[in-house]
């Protein structure tokens, strides 16, 4: 969950810890000297940190559930030191320190993974326990109950505690490994169906993405463009120049209102339209205007031709990428910069 769905969820949901706590201390403040003097110093904190959370960032987020779990640790472990220190009868103090205290000490062990990254998560939780044990043991050492077991309850506690810790440290790591594991996959995904130069899909996504439409039954319409002469873009300023032209004439192809941008191979691009040829005929015009218009590296002047098929024309996706391609070869030999316009069985020049 990002930070910014986290803050909102804490300022929502604060206020009802705001007020479990001002409810316990009005009803049990008398008979706990704990929650007499504790209680109020949390509330405060809560109410800071909402503040702090309503008038921040969402950058802050982190930086106050970090604080949050100090904070509240001090308190639970303040609150187990002042409740052995002011208990004589060790029985008395145990029943003390269950269920509240030990349930908030595992509940705060399990926030460490929620809050921090697994490595200093598992750090914090293994520190708040070695703390709690020598609170603890300083006192269930001297007053162990007979046979030793209260102090054996206790480190039995104690174990399980930090045994709690070190499990959900596991889960955490086997969560992060399917998180890498699942971006790597996402990752060459991307490198599969991605033209990495220029961001726009590449010949393999088209082809899917052509495909599924075809068998939509929508109308589908193509406009193949190969730059002209981009040798000579490349032989005479270099291919640095020539890879950024390649760039900026990306970002011009998506805005063209294709359903598909995609580099079709070195300096061919495709793109597939929904909708009849006039749609893919009007849209090349309108490329082909701005590329014109266009400013490239080394004051480069870019122009292109077209070569423009539709399924209904064709039939087949096949087809109409050898139609497109058929075309957009007479628009080369007519004179590049051009536009040619698959109808029926002949080709026509689009000026």
């Known amino acids: 969950m990002n930070p910014a769905s986290r803050r909102r969820i804490y300022l929502v949901f604060a206020p009802l810890g705001w007020v479990v706590i001002a409810a316990v201390w009005f009803l049990q403040q008398e008979q ?18 909402w503040m702090l959370l309503r008038l921040g960032a969402d950058r802050n987020v982190v930086a106050i559930e970090r604080s949050t779990f100090w904070v509240i640790a001090a308190f639970w472990l303040a609150s187990m030191g002042i409740r052995l220190a002011t208990t004589a009868d ?10 509240s205290i030990f349930m908030g000490l595992t509940i705060l062990v399990v926030m460490a993974f929620l809050w921090f990254d697994t490595g200093p998560a598992l750090r914090n939780a293994l520190l708040l326990v070695v703390v709690s044990s020598v609170i ?13 077991t209260l102090l054996i309850d206790f480190i039995r506690y104690e174990m399980y505690l930090g045994i709690t810790a070190v499990f959900v440290f596991a889960l955490a790591r086997s969560k992060d490994a399917l998180l890498r594991t699942r971006v790597e996959a996402e990752r060459m995904r991307t490198m599969a169906y991605r033209d990495q130069l220029t961001g726009l899909d590449n010949r393999r996504q088209a082809l899917d993405e052509l495909n599924r439409l075809a068998a939509s039954g929508a109308p589908v319409a193509v406009a ?40 079709w191979g070195g300096e061919e691009f495709l793109l597939v339209f929904e909708g009849d040829q006039p749609v893919a005929v009007a849209a090349a015009g309108r490329v082909r205007a ?39 070869y007479r628009a080369k030999n007519a004179g590049r910069d051009t536009i040619r316009e698959q109808l029926s069985r002949s080709d026509r020049l689009v000026d």
Do not use: C, M
């Open 224 to 263: 193949l463009l190969d730059l002209d002469e981009f040798k000579a873009i490349n032989d005479g300023h270099g291919h640095d120049v020539g890879d950024q032209v390649l760039i900026g004439v990306a970002e011009v192809l998506r805005g063209a209102g294709a359903k598909v941008t995609a580099r």
């Open 90 to 99: 060790p029985q008395v103090a145990w029943r003390g320190l269950s269920p």
């Open 290 to 328: 701005q590329l014109a218009g266009a400013h490239f590296p080394d004051g480069v002047l870019v122009t292109a031709s077209f070569g423009i098929a539709s399924l209904a024309a064709t039939g087949t996706v096949t087809e109409l990428l050898r139609i497109a391609d058929k075309a957009l």
């Open 136 to 148: 603890g043991l300083l006192y269930f050492g001297p007053h162990h109950g007979p046979g030793d």
């Open 32 to 49: 706990s000297p704990v929650i007499r003097f504790t209680y109020p110093v949390l509330f405060g904190y809560l109410i800071v940190a």
